[in-house]
């Protein structure tokens, strides 16, 4: 098994190139199984997510070829198999968006339910609710969700709360219903927006995708699309954290601003000078940080996504910062980790209270989901003496070779392909 390792106390020079949105890229994939012929996906990150995807998608029938940045999906000659099995859903829980494609394009579903989550339930019940109303008729069992329609028929689908992958399911079996669709209370981030430009592609009239309220006319049929995928916005948060963290100067090239308003301004608060160059953005930190408290809301709040490396950047400040999370109640894992390295963290019930300190120390420390494996690769470049990230299985599923990328602008930073051989 890998782990990462890191020496730290080395300020970042240099250039970052921010690659595709692996939460775009995802529903996107999904998006092709509405249509026949070839589409073309370019700007995909190499990810083990990303694999799974297309391991799924060749299992539904689908001719799939990926390259990153390129991902071409067609239809193959064989009939299309429209059940997702739990041995592939359970690795990934964006399996979940084929319910809407296949129950849309050939009138049923047989999906697996995906499962525990280790920051917290994601319940797919707001999913079931709406595609009930579009005239999908559902049932649970043997742990599969059971879906059939004839065709689904246009309605209006109010959520109860907004829901990232439900408004994504529900947009794309739209696209296929009969007639209008108005999706009310929806996510509003902007992979969802970038969903209904795929979708716009393919023939579908999606009007509101980013917003709270989406309008979609359905089409008889859909066509197949050629599309690049937006950068990144959490890989570029990530990013931006680890030179507010270790100091430095580094270009981020294609960093999408517009959709990290509300990190950035934190990001500016503590001190970080960030400025654009085109569809570039500059990153500068030269003077110690200073505390900043943030709460976790929905887009266009701040992203649940960046709370654990911003912690990693207020340990380090110069006071006390007040970090709220309102969105999963299991995403405090990281802190005994970083308490490992001398972090002063106190957490009470969904808040986490950072007493920052002047030095962490490097320690060997365990992942236990995506965002928190880079808030410890953080943590590891600030760190003085060596730091190892153990699980990293987990930071593959959402960073693209982030350990070349940092190593390229001046961290000392190497993978471990055998972590049993670190003492």
């Known amino acids: 098994m890998d782990a990462i390792r890191i020496r730290g106390c ?16 995802l529903p996107i994939l999904c998006a092709t199984l509405l249509s026949d012929g070839a589409s073309r996906l370019r700007n995909v990150p190499g990810l ?35 059940e997702a099995p739990y041995e592939l859903v359970r690795q990934m829980r964006a399996s979940v968006l084929v ?44 742990g599969y969700i059971v879906a059939q329609a004839n065709r689904l028929k246009g309605a209006e689908v109010v959520f109860d709360m907004p829901t990232v992958g439900g408004t994504e399911n529900l947009l794309m079996a739209a696209a296929l219903a009969k007639g209008r669709t108005t999706l009310v209370n929806c996510a509003r981030e902007p992979e969802i927006e970038e969903l209904g ?45 680890a030179v507010g963290a270790t100091g430095g100067n580094v270009l ?56 654990a490396q911003f912690m990693a950047l207020m340990t380090v400040a110069s006071g006390r910062s007040v970090l709220s999370e309102t969105i999963f109640e299991n995403r405090f894992m990281h802190v005994p980790e970083m308490q490992r390295m001398g972090a002063r963290i106190e957490i009470r019930n969904n808040v986490a209270i950072v007493e920052g300190v002047k030095q962490l120390s490097g320690a060997s420390v365990m992942a236990t989901d995506l965002r928190a494996s880079a808030s410890l690769v953080i943590s590891g470049l600030v760190a003085e003496g060596e730091t190892v990230v153990r699980r990293v299985y ?19 930073i190497a993978r471990i392909r055998d972590e049993s051989s670190i003492p």
């Open 252 to 307: 981020l090239e294609h960093a999408p601003l517009d959709d990290l308003e509300p990190v950035v301004a934190k990001f500016r608060q503590a001190g970080l000078t960030i400025e654009r160059e085109g569809e570039h953005a500059r990153i500068v930190r030269a003077d110690r940080l200073k505390p900043v408290d943030v709460t976790t809301a929905p887009h266009p709040g701040f992203p649940t996504d960046m709370q």
């Open 48 to 82: 083990r997510d990303i694999e799974t995807t297309a391991a799924l998608l060749r299992f539904l029938g689908r001719d799939i070829s990926v390259d990153t940045p390129e991902v071409l999906v067609g239809q193959t000659t064989q009939a299309v198999r429209p």
């Open 99 to 142: 319910l809407g494609p296949l129950l849309a394009r050939y009138g049923r579903a047989k999906v697996s339910l995906p499962g525990g989550c280790a920051i917290g339930a994601r319940p797919v019940d707001q999913h079931l609710k709406g595609l009930e109303a579009l005239g999908a008729s559902i049932s649970v069992e043997h």
């Open 10 to 25: 080395r300020q970042l020079f240099g250039t970052i190139r921010v690659g595709g949105a692996k939460n775009a890229a």
């Open 197 to 241: 430009r795929v979708l716009n592609k393919m023939g579908a009239r999606v009007e509101g995708a980013g917003t709270a309220i989406i309008h979609i006319e359905g089409k008889d049929e859909l066509d197949p699309f050629d599309h690049a995928i937006i950068a990144d916005r959490i890989e570029a948060g990530t990013f931006m954290a």
């Open 394 to 412: 987990h930071l593959d599923r959402g960073y693209e070779h982030i350990e070349t990328k940092l190593a390229d602008v001046g961290a000392d």
